[in-house]
């Protein structure tokens, strides 16, 4: 099993940045698949960015260019950097992990775009 703990996330005004953490309880080296999904109110879960071991980052359309993924081994900890921030961005997020072929998901963390 792999446990995941989110946070960073917050209020924010449009066009600032946000950093949200996601600590694994398993070395990082070892998943499969680490991702960012985010669920907006009325909305489906949707990917956002996915970092799958040995290969670059994939982002979907509306975040390419302002979200970046990254990952810190020796913290077990990936991170999801977030610049530009729009209104339309005002989401849960959540962390989620792919380890021994089963999905792993964080608790969330509330992130609000508004002036």
């Known amino acids: 099993q792999v446990q995941l703990v989110e946070s960073g996330g917050g209020l924010v005004m449009p066009g600032n940045s946000l950093r949200l953490s996601c600590a694994a309880s398993?070395?990082?080296?070892?998943?499969?698949?680490m991702g960012w999904y985010r669920q907006a109110p009325g909305k489906q879960r949707e990917l956002i960015t996915a970092?799958?071991?040995?290969?670059?980052?994939v982002y979907t359309g509306s975040v390419k260019g302002r979200f970046t993924i990254s990952g810190d081994s020796a913290k077990n900890t990936v991170y999801l950097q977030m610049n530009s921030l729009k209104p339309e961005d005002t989401a849960v997020y959540y962390c989620n992990a792919i380890y021994d072929g089963k999905p792993y998901w964080g608790q969330g963390t509330q992130v609000t775009v508004s002036v």
């Open positions: 970092l799958t071991n040995g290969e670059h980052p």
């Open positions: 398993k070395s990082i080296d070892s998943i499969f698949r």
